[in-house]
């Protein structure tokens, strides 16, 4: 089946580390967004990539990092410098970058301990 | 500034109770504008997109209408599984291709 994986479904991280959220893809899109979705808010747009070896950043890109070397992936890296990562992270692809239709992944819950 | 207000934050409804959402926003371009639904814990599923006022799309009990200024998400006879959140999100011209997304409704529907 076509579709968005993304892992891990819960993550705890301590304060001062790096962690990354995996996403992939088998549904041959162009393009692949990061969004961040805290309780009572819309989703808001960390980074995306239209093309593979290109990306842009989004609306909070402050203490995150992206690569895009795949088609197929498209991984999220939460760095120390940001202060408040605890929220629900989702990844998401379109077929022709225009956001039309986006499919989303179900998600990563991190968690700060 | 480009905005998505989506209204009210929450309802409650009882089964077979119809009633809408709203989905108002004010952009300087419309390119598109989406519906998704969204279970708790997951990711959101996408229902409709629209593209020019005075469309309208239809899914079993959810039919989705625009005007040039809102949308609404009109759910007849709802039941118990249509308990979610409802996500609206608008594609603006000159966005750099990015979803604009609305803070959603969570919808409750009672037996």
């Known amino acids: 089946d076509g579709g968005i994986t993304q892992s891990p479904k819960y993550l705890f991280r301590k304060e001062g580390q790096n962690v990354t959220l995996s996403c992939e893809q088998n549904?041959?899109?162009?393009?692949m967004y990061w969004y961040r979705q805290d309780p009572g808010q819309g989703l808001r747009l960390i980074y995306y990539?239209?093309?593979?070896?290109?990306?842009q950043k989004g609306d909070i890109a402050e203490g995150y990092s992206v690569s895009r070397e795949k088609k197929e992936s498209f991984p999220l890296t939460v760095t120390s410098a940001q202060k408040n990562p605890t929220a629900f992270y989702l990844c998401?692809?379109?077929?022709?970058?225009?956001?039309?239709?986006?499919?989303f992944g179900q998600g990563t819950r991190l968690t700060v301990v | 500034e480009d905005q998505v207000t989506q209204s009210p934050e929450a309802l409650r409804l009882q089964e077979g109770e119809s009633s809408s959402l709203n989905c108002s926003y004010t952009?300087?371009?419309?390119?598109?504008l989406f519906w998704y639904r969204q279970d708790p814990g997951k990711g959101p599923e996408f229902l409709f997109t629209?593209?020019?006022a005075g469309e309208e799309k239809e899914k079993e009990r959810l039919k989705a209408t625009l005007t040039k200024k809102e949308s609404f998400l009109h759910i007849t006879a709802p039941k118990p599984e249509d308990s979610a959140t409802y996500l609206c999100?608008?594609?603006?011209?000159?966005?750099?291709?990015?979803?604009?997304f609305g803070s959603g409704t969570q919808l409750t529907v009672l037996p």
């Open positions: 998401a692809s379109s077929m022709d970058g225009t956001g039309r239709t986006a499919f």
């Open positions: 952009v300087s371009g419309l390119r598109g």
């Open positions: 990539s239209q093309i593979v070896n290109d990306f």
């Open positions: 629209l593209y020019s």
């Open positions: 999100a608008v594609l603006i011209s000159g966005s750099a291709r990015q979803l604009t």
């Open positions: 549904l041959n899109h162009d393009a």
